[in-house]
């Protein structure tokens, strides 16, 4: 989604359009953060990058996360737009339509924020650039667009015009697709034929043609149905409540969820919904009963530290420093584990994966730069993935490889994420009808009474 923040053009007393008011646009370091091809999403106005943001930059370059990665990205990218330009002109952005950017080396301004606010420090000589531009330039419109909603605060307390940056923010998470249609008042025929033959054609059961491999909850009075639709045989066809290595669904939901899961012709699946709804177990079991179509089950989540600090401050090796945030997803293996006897095959044949590396746990920065072919990939927290990260994940699936990504859009646990500008959201919402891909929303708790009491009163 491109970012459209031009004024639409007015049309003056002769009937002519007049040009479009061209604006200019300050960049914050969690803009670039985000995504390290942001000044190219401001169509034909031009961009401004305060020298203090490089500076910041210069200081995430180093380490694994995404983040380090989207600087060093853009750090290559600012090069190569530069060429053999100085920085601080201004020069073209490639692409038609496009305005121009440069690096503001001057900061000076009537209005001082680091006296202002009392403290000196990057983000104020941010505000102190969008400042001196508005001075300079009092014929265009200064916006300062950033992440960081503090900082926007800050601006518009000091009479700057302040935004969000909104590529790849969906509009309305009201209707996000839920991936579940609920049909009542069906006629008894088509119940009754979806029973004996197991199928019906779509336009028996709603008008137009539903999403790729959505699902249905089917009732006509007390009889009802699950279903959903196939886009190869086009189709609506009947469910039945299956088992995935002893885990069995307690709800329509999870019965969809788990069907998406284990479903070969389905290459990604989004698994939404709050805690204890079962994504990641219902993922694990189903990945586990599909083990033989794939050389190996990857489980990985983002890592998010406390406070957002740096792992390195906290002791050990690297098996020590994750093991924390990896435990979740152990404590889905132990669970499913508990369900047979220590004896047993299937209790055996677990520990078996685990000991052979048939099923791994890691973090996602070690995914980067592989090609994962013949791999079931388990994507746990992606609430806390940027849509740029979810890009870069989807991208590493070679021949057969099948992802599943699961979270909750409003447990987001990064700063300059949100319900809307996450990973999980824009994946939702971007690929809602393509035959490769099914969604599911799980609304309804399964952990217990009083985690559905915390979710539902807290």
Not at 34 to 55: Q, T, W
Not at 117 to 143: G, Y
Not at 160 to 188: C, F, M, N
Not at 296 to 307: D, G, K, M, N, T
Request: include cysteine; charged fraction near 25%; charge should be neutral.
């Amino acid at each position: 989604m491109v970012r459209k923040t031009a004024t639409a053009a007015k049309t003056g007393p002769s009937g002519k359009a007049k040009i479009k008011e061209r604006k200019i646009f300050v960049l914050d370091t969690s803009v670039i953060l985000y995504d390290h091809r942001a000044i190219e999403n401001f169509d034909e106005h031009d961009v401004i990058i305060p020298i203090p943001v490089l500076e910041e930059l210069d200081q995430f370059k180093k380490g694994n996360d995404i983040i380090n990665f989207e600087a060093r990205e853009f750090i290559r990218f600012l090069d190569k737009m530069a060429g053999q330009h100085l920085l601080h002109d201004w020069i073209e952005i490639n692409g038609p339509n496009k305005g121009k950017f440069k690096v503001l080396m001057d900061e000076r301004s009537d209005l001082d924020a680091e006296v202002i606010f009392r403290e000196k420090n990057a983000d104020h000589r941010i505000l102190n650039a969008a400042l001196h531009m508005s001075h300079t330039c009092p014929d265009q419109k200064v916006t300062l667009v950033s992440k960081d909603i503090n900082l926007r605060l800050k601006a518009k307390s000091l009479n700057i015009q302040a935004e969000d940056y909104l590529t790849g923010k969906i509009k309305d998470l009201d209707t996000l697709y839920t991936g579940i249609s609920k049909i009542d008042g069906l006629s008894s025929e088509v119940i009754n034929k979806l029973y004996a033959e197991g199928f019906v054609a779509p336009g028996e059961v709603m008008e137009g043609t539903p999403n790729d491999n959505q699902y249905f909850i089917l009732r006509n009075g007390k009889n009802s149905v699950l279903a959903y639709y196939n886009p190869v045989e086009n189709r609506i066809e009947r469910l039945n409540k299956t088992t995935a290595y002893g885990i069995a669904p307690r709800n329509a939901e999870q019965t969809f969820a788990l069907h998406a899961v284990m479903n070969p012709a389905v290459k990604l699946v989004t698994l939404m919904g709050v805690a204890g709804t079962g994504k990641t177990l219902l993922a694990l079991a189903g990945a586990i009963e599909a083990r033989r179509d794939y050389r190996q089950i990857y489980l990985a989540r983002p890592v998010v530290p406390l406070s957002n600090r740096d792992l390195g401050f906290l002791p050990g090796d690297i098996g020590a420093k994750l093991g924390p945030y990896m435990e979740p997803l152990w404590d889905n293996l132990k669970f499913i584990q508990s369900q047979f006897e220590e004896r047993s095959k299937q209790f055996q044949k677990l520990k078996e994966l685990v000991d052979n590396e048939k099923i791994t746990i890691t973090p996602l920065a070690y995914i980067r730069g592989r090609s994962l072919a013949k791999i079931f990939f388990i994507v746990d927290e992606a609430q806390n993935l940027t849509p740029h990260e979810v890009k870069t994940i989807i991208t590493r699936a070679g021949e057969d490889t099948k992802i599943i990504f699961t979270g909750d859009i409003r447990q987001i646990d990064t700063p300059y994420l949100d319900a809307q500008s996450n990973g999980l959201s824009y994946l939702i919402d971007r690929i809602k009808s393509h035959p490769l891909y099914a969604h599911v929303t799980l609304a309804k708790g399964e952990r217990s009474d009083l985690a559905n009491l915390a979710n539902d009163m807290l």
